[in-house]
């Protein structure tokens, strides 16, 4: 296993329209996060999975972005109709949730997806 | 809610020189404390954590000291090389997600 890796690296799409992002997660790990990092900010949470139950999902996730992990593996994050505003990376990380408190374990990112808004 | 500040950058040293970048705090209860670097081209990476207070994470010649009386989570660092050139990033956590700093870049000169 070569850690979560993220897709497309790069996407560049025409405001209106519809994008999707996956994020395959290293493999024995059942939580998935989403952040989203605008130029020159630090990486703000988006939402998280447990295995595919979806627990917590940050204000910043307007009703036109979707997130699902269908199986409890990869997980994909759709955003419609995109607006300028939508530009940034697009971040996933995954960690074990092995007892202990939920903040103990590492967190490992993938490379990110840049989306650009045109 | 919760929240990190971190000093803004860019930071510029030379070689050997100290490195300090400050971060603050504020949380309910008694987050986890965490800081993530980011080199040229790669992703986030862990760089050192803490999880209680008066705990010291270090890693790679760095250190952090949480403190909880002045809501501090300072990274050090006593002689930088070239290599440590990256964005650096403070984070917190309560219960998983984290709460992150808005990032400081470092450059050091030879």
């Known amino acids: 296993d070569t850690g979560v890796s993220q897709n497309p690296r790069h996407k560049i799409t025409k405001r209106g329209q519809n994008v999707t992002f996956r994020c395959d997660p290293i493999?024995?790990?059942?939580?998935l996060y989403w952040y989203r990092q605008t130029l020159g900010q630090g990486p703000e949470f988006l939402t998280y999975?447990?295995?595919?139950?979806?627990?917590?999902k940050s204000r910043l996730l307007s009703d036109r972005f979707s997130a699902e992990r269908p199986k409890g593996s990869f997980s994909t994050l759709e955003i419609q109709r995109t607006e300028q505003g939508d530009s940034a990376m697009y971040l996933c990380?995954?960690?074990?949730?092995?007892?202990?408190?939920?903040?103990?374990?590492?967190?490992?990112f993938g490379p990110g997806t840049r989306l650009t808004v045109l | 809610g919760n929240s990190v500040t971190q000093m803004e950058g860019p930071v510029t040293l030379s070689e050997e020189a100290f490195l300090t970048i400050n971060c603050t705090y504020t949380?309910?209860?008694?987050?986890?404390l965490f800081w993530y670097v980011q080199y040229p081209g790669e992703g986030l990476q862990l760089l050192l954590k803490?999880?209680?207070?008066?705990d010291k994470g270090s890693n790679k010649g760095f250190e952090a000291t949480y403190r909880k009386e002045t809501t501090s989570f300072h990274l050090e660092k006593g002689s930088v090389q070239v290599s440590d050139s990256a964005v650096y990033f403070c984070?917190?956590?309560?219960?998983?997600?984290?709460?992150f700093g808005q990032g400081t870049t470092l450059q050091v000169k030879p």
């Open positions: 949380a309910t209860g008694y987050p986890s």
């Open positions: 999975f447990q295995n595919e139950a979806q627990l917590e």
């Open positions: 984070s917190s956590s309560n219960t998983g997600k984290l709460i």
């Open positions: 493999s024995e790990h059942n939580r």
């Open positions: 803490a999880t209680k207070a008066d």
């Open positions: 990380a995954s960690r074990t949730m092995t007892g202990g408190h939920p903040t103990y374990n590492e967190q490992f």
